[in-house]
C-alpha cells in the first residue's frame, strides 16, 4: 500500500510538473541583452516559454506589447504575475528565484560581491550596450550612413575599462563567472567586427571573450545571435549607402 502510495504522490508531481507554466520570455536573437538572459537561462538549467519578438517589424511597438512593457523593450519576462521589463534585472531574478544554492555565485547573496556585479551591469546598460546602441540604431532603423571613426572609437573606449577590471581576474567580478559577464559579453560580441579588439592593447578582453566561448551552451545561446546581428548591421549601412 505504501508503494501505491508513493508512486501515486511522483505521478501527481510529474502531472503538476508538467502543467506548471514556464516564465515567458519576450526576446530576439539579435538582440544582445536577449542573449544575456538566454545565456542565464541556460547557466542555470531553466526552460523558458521563448517567445520571438521581430523588432524590425515594429512587433515591440503593437498596442498590446506596450500596454504590457510601456517602455517597449525586449527581453521581456513574465513569470505568473511577474512583469519584468530590463534584461540585467531579469538576470538577476532568474538567478534569485531559480538558481539555487549551486548557482549563487552568479549573483551573490554577498553585499559586497553583488554590489561588484551590480556595477558591471551598469557599465553595461550605461557605457558598453548605450555606445553600441548609439552606433547601431540609427543604421538599423533610420536609414543612417554614418559609421564614423569617432562613433567605432568610442564603443572601443569601452574595452580600457575591460582591460583594467580583468588585469588581475578570470572575469569581470573575480575569478568566479557572474550575470555581468552574460551581459557584457553579448554586448562586446555584437560590435567586435565593427569596433574591434586589438589584441595587443587588450589581451585581457580577448582572452575572456575566448574562455567566455568554453561554456557549452554559448554557440548557440550568444554568437550564433552574434553574428547575425553583425551581419545584419553591414548589410543595412551598405544598402543605406547605395541609395
Request: hydrophobic fraction near 40%; include cysteine.
Amino acid at each position: 500500500m505504501k508503494t501505491l502510495w508513493v508512486r501515486a504522490e511522483l505521478l501527481l508531481f510529474y502531472i503538476l510538473s508538467a502543467t506548471m507554466s514556464k516564465p515567458a520570455l519576450y526576446y530576439a536573437t539579435l538582440s544582445p541583452p536577449s542573449r544575456a538572459v538566454l545565456l542565464t537561462a541556460k547557466a542555470i538549467g531553466l526552460e523558458l516559454e521563448l517567445r520571438p519578438i521581430n523588432l524590425l517589424k515594429g512587433e515591440h511597438l503593437t498596442p498590446e506589447f506596450v500596454k504590457m512593457n510601456p517602455q517597449h523593450t525586449i527581453p521581456t519576462l513574465i513569470d505568473g504575475d511577474v512583469n519584468i521589463t530590463d534584461s540585467h534585472a531579469i538576470c538577476a531574478y532568474l538567478v534569485g528565484k531559480y538558481g539555487g544554492a549551486a548557482h549563487e555565485s552568479l549573483y551573490p547573496k554577498d553585499l559586497v560581491q553583488r554590489a561588484n556585479v551590480d556595477a558591471r551591469l551598469h557599465l553595461d546598460s550605461g557605457h558598453l550596450f548605450a555606445r553600441l546602441r548609439f552606433l547601431y540604431e540609427p543604421v538599423l532603423y533610420n536609414g543612417s550612413t554614418d559609421c564614423s571613426i569617432d562613433k567605432i572609437a568610442y564603443v572601443q573606449k569601452c574595452y580600457e575599462i575591460l582591460e583594467g577590471y580583468l588585469a588581475d581576474q578570470t572575469y569581470l567580478c573575480g575569478n568566479n563567472l557572474t550575470i555581468a559577464d552574460f551581459c557584457c559579453v553579448a554586448t562586446v560580441t555584437s560590435g567586435n567586427d565593427v569596433a574591434l579588439i586589438d589584441e595587443f592593447k587588450f589581451p585581457k578582453v580577448n582572452a575572456w571573450l575566448k574562455k567566455m566561448a568554453e561554456l557549452p551552451y554559448y554557440k548557440d545561446t550568444n554568437e550564433e545571435g552574434a553574428e547575425e546581428l553583425k551581419a545584419l548591421f553591414k548589410a543595412k549601412l551598405a544598402e543605406n549607402r547605395s541609395k
